[in-house]
């Protein structure tokens, strides 16, 4: 598991240390504060700046320009005045010549330049984590369910589900283009779509989770299309199975029901240590910071009723 995060000169983070985290991290705060940010930060330390990764993440942006060198400026903090990025161990540095800019990843073993390429684009490049952004599309789920189909997970799959959402799901097919559930007291399959979109969205999510064993698991904007009244038991498979198959999760939020929820589910003692609250928020200097609240002090927050978004 990633033990801290140290990210200087990226993008809004002019500067951000958060020295501790958790198995199970939940990251809130207003807009612009940077939530989806720090799990591109993520995504780039653990790919240890695999370029099609940056691209992907550029792309996802709208600011990826083919092509051209310096649209990897748009991966610099723009108050910094340095020409590099750091993500704990992970640099991205930026330099110049008379041919104009040029933008490379220094090997930390060979010290070698690796030079960014914009015209590098992969739709969805392979991570070494997985990552559940809030506009995941059908390709995404369809890939998932590839990777798990008659496995031994796919049981798990058939179980969060029900748990969580839909207690009479009996099957389940992911065609070319849609997806079909058998459910009990159903004579013929009907299409997934149909249930809603919090039925999709769980499907998605424990997808992921199958998926992300022994790694990192990123969901972005966790509450999208979910009833309050599905939290809590979703934060239960989440803990459940992030102990079971050893995984990391980090999600973002804007909803205070998954705040609430994840503190129900996290006071329970055998989850206690693995949760960890984060709240991005700009301090008086205009600075980035990080509040922390482990399982004990968000238990304590909570009862003293204070605010903490």
Partial sequence: ????????????????????LKRVNLIAGKNNSGKTTLLDAVRILQSKGKNSIVNHILHSRKVLEKGVPETYQNLFNYKSEYNFIKINNVRIEGEWDEDGGYFFLPN??????????SN????????????????????????????????????????????????????????REIVRVRLQDTEKPVPLGTLGDGVYRILLIALSLANAQNSILLIDELELGLHYSALEKLWNMIFKYAQKWDIQVFATTHSQDVLRTFHYVADDEKYI??????????????????????????????ELQLEIR
């Fill in 120 to 175: 590098i684009f992969i739709d969805s490049p392979p991570e070494h984590l997985v990552y559940v952004s809030f506009d995941s599309d059908f390709n995404t789920l369809s890939q998932l369910w590839e990777n798990i189909v008659l496995s031994p997970q796919e049981d798990d799959i058939y179980k969060i589900v029900r748990d969580t959402i839909q207690p009479d799901l009996i099957r389940l097919d992911v065609g």
């Fill in 1 to 20: 598991m990633i033990n801290h995060l140290h990210i200087k000169n990226f993008m809004c983070f002019k500067e951000l240390n958060i020295p501790t």
């Fill in 273 to 302: 240590n693995d949760a960890q609250y984060i709240r991005l928020q700009i301090n008086r200097k205009g600075e980035n910071e990080a509040i922390l609240f482990d399982g004990e002090r968000l238990r304590e927050s909570l």
């Fill in 108 to 117: 930390s073993k060979k010290q070698e330049k690796e030079y960014l390429n």
